[in-house]
């Protein structure tokens, strides 16, 4: 189809699965991670010289500005923005997290999006068509115990979503929030193990749903959040028009 997309986080996991999605459909990937070691196994497994990487850590402002400059220099665009990459941390009760871990995760997860945004935004506002998709998570919509940093972290997603959707109202911007249960991958299985990450939602189906609403075949207002669980779409907030 053409389209400029970036994606954060696309050298595994559900980023990875996103990539592969867009290419296949004849779209342009800017994908960005921090580690190139990852990088070979990622362009082998994609297979096309329309996957283009770049190294950077989002959660540093100047990084996200120079990576952002570089890509609308590039490509003249953003078409879709795709705030994938985040952070998890061990479980502990409230009681036992550091102010540091809650730090690391409001960085990892919130932080970074927000910059992202911060930055894309110019260049998207600019165009008829934009779309921004942030990553939160299930945990975001209700918080999990001993995962309160993460919970914390992926609410104030939802936030940035909901404020971006209403300062760009009646233009051609729109941003919505995706939350998806638990997904098979480097994340789930780092922090509940192999054989837990393996009874999870495949993050093939989760991209394939987001795939959908980007197609809008799935209807989500500019705004709104999407819950994808156990293989399914268990909720869309507002709910579509009847
Ligand atoms: N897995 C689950 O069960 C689950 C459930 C609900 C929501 N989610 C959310 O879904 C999204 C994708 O999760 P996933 O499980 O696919 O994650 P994952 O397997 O841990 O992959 C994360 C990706 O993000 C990159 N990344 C992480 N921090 C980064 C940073 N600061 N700067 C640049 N790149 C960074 C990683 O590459 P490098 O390490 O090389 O940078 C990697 O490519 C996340 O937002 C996660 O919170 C996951």
């Known amino acids: 189809m053409n389209r400029t997309i970036v994606i954060t986080g696309a050298t595994r996991g559900l980023g990875l699965e996103l990539a592969r999605k867009f290419i296949k459909a004849g779209d342009k990937v800017f994908g960005i991670s921090r580690t190139r070691e990852h990088w070979t196994a990622a362009r082998k497994s ?14 540093s402002e100047k990084k996200v500005k120079e990576l952002l400059g570089k890509i609308v220099r590039d ?6 923005l795709i705030n994938n990459a985040g952070y998890c941390g061990p479980l502990a009760r409230v009681e036992a997290v550091s102010a540091k871990e809650l730090t690391e995760h409001l960085a990892q997860n919130l932080l970074s999006a927000f910059l992202m ?13 934009a779309l921004i998709l942030n990553i939160s998570s299930m945990a975001g919509t209700r ?12 609410s104030g997603v939802l936030a940035l979503s909901q404020a971006i959707a209403k300062e760009n ?12 249960g638990g997904m098979n991958t480097e994340m789930r299985r780092e922090l509940f193990g192999a054989e837990d990450a393996a009874k999870q939602q495949t993050p093939e189906f989760v991209a394939g749903v ?10 989500v207002l500019s705004g709104g959040h999407i819950v994808i669980r156990h293989g399914k779409i268990t909720g869309i907030f507002p709910p579509p028009a009847a």
């Open 46 to 59: 994609i297979g096309s010289g329309n996957f283009l990487l770049f190294c950077g850590d989002i959660t």
């Open 75 to 80: 490509a003249g665009r953003i078409d879709i």
């Open 117 to 129: 945004c911060k930055y894309a935004i110019p260049a998207m506002a600019r165009q008829e068509r």
């Open 143 to 154: 918080a999990v115990p001993r995962l309160f940093p993460y919970s914390a972290a992926k």
């Open 169 to 180: 109202d009646g233009t051609g911007l729109r941003c919505i929030t995706v939350c998806p």
């Open 210 to 219: 987001i795939e959908q609403i980007v197609n809008g075949t799935v209807d």
